[in-house]
């Protein structure tokens, strides 16, 4: 039986087969899916901003890219995955409104979605697919027997990564 375990705006979770992580409304926000395909264990987190050093209120480590991945990798290990045979998808990070404002510090998707690939590649973590940008939000399944990541945007049906 597949429970589908739901995972809240700057929160993570991890989970073996059969069960599926779900996270809802990733508009700027990067939905980080963290894979060991061979142990079928499979970690999410929602991150809402790239940078916690950036933040005075940065206690909730799932909030921010750079300190989110670092609890979802040890969370991943106490599960039974493998760090060398780790890879990740990530979809998000899109900017949801139109902007006046020229200003980087104001596209929190893209800063989200390029924090994310930086701290990917900082772990050595292989990124094998991302569904990011545009200005459309998303909800996002991951599978951790199959490493699928299902993309579903309103108006764009759905994209299995």
């Keep these: 039986m597949q429970d589908i375990i739901k995972v809240g705006m700057a929160d993570l979770k991890v989970v073996k087969s059969p069960h ?35 933040i005075k209120n940065n206690a909730n480590k799932a909030k921010f890219a750079d300190t989110a991945m670092e609890v979802l990798l040890e969370e991943l290990k106490k599960q039974g995955a493998n760090d060398r045979k780790l890879t990740a998808k990530i979809a998000g990070g899109a900017q949801m409104f139109a902007l006046d404002n020229k200003s980087d510090m104001m596209k929190i998707g893209a800063r989200n979605a390029q924090a994310t690939k930086k701290i990917l590649n900082d772990y050595k973590i292989p990124l094998l697919a991302e569904d990011t940008g545009g200005n459309f939000g998303r909800t996002i399944e991951v599978y951790p027997d199959t490493g699928i990541l299902l993309v579903k945007a309103i108006g764009k049906g759905k994209t299995e990564l």
């Design 20 to 54: 599926i992580l779900t996270t809802l409304g990733l508009g700027s926000c990067v939905g980080i899916a963290v894979y060991d395909l061979n142990n079928q264990i499979a970690g999410l987190a929602h991150i809402m901003l790239p940078d916690s050093t950036q």
